[in-house]
């Protein structure tokens, strides 16, 4: 089966930041996850309302979502993860009929 051609990325432009940082920034920011089972309780309870509580959309950024994995399972090896990964972690989605009228009428139901 041919998936299509597969450009290599590009990978020219100029790190912004050493190696060691790299490293250092990157182990910060998996620590930064690490919750204590306390702590998810007490967002759990915090963001009940979900999509009215904005702790509940600060909470989903930098993590993969149940969601999400209907995309990510289906990939083709030939898809790039990285460009994946960046479309589901920095939405833009505002919304479309479906949503709204989920949003005007879930009180309703």
Same mark, same amino acid.
């Given at each position: 089966? *041919?998936?299509?051609?597969?450009? #290599?990325?590009?990978?020219? +432009?100029?790190? *912004?930041?050493?190696? *060691?940082?790299?490293?250092?920034? @990157?182990?910060?920011?998996?620590?930064?996850? !690490?919750?204590?089972?306390?702590?998810?309780?007490? !967002?759990?309870?915090?963001?009940?309302?979900?999509?009215? !509580? /904005?702790?509940?959309?600060?909470? $989903?950024?930098? $993590?993969?979502?149940?969601?999400?994995?209907?995309? !990510?399972? /289906?990939? $083709? /090896?030939?898809? @790039?993860?990285? #460009?994946?990964?960046?479309?589901?972690? +920095?939405?833009?989605?505002?919304?479309?009929? +479906?949503? $709204?009228?989920?949003?005007?009428?879930?009180?309703?139901?």
């Amino acid at each position: 089966m *041919d998936y299509g051609e597969v450009q #290599k990325a590009n990978y020219s +432009h100029k790190a *912004d930041m050493t190696k *060691d940082e790299f490293k250092t920034k @990157s182990e910060e920011f998996l620590i930064s996850l !690490i919750m204590t089972e306390t702590k998810v309780s007490q !967002i759990e309870r915090a963001t009940v309302g979900q999509k009215a !509580i /904005p702790l509940w959309f600060e909470q $989903r950024t930098n $993590r993969l979502t149940v969601s999400h994995f209907g995309e !990510i399972c /289906p990939m $083709r /090896p030939t898809t @790039s993860c990285a #460009k994946t990964i960046t479309k589901l972690l +920095h939405v833009s989605f505002g919304g479309n009929k +479906h949503t $709204r009228w989920e949003n005007d009428h879930e009180n309703m139901l």
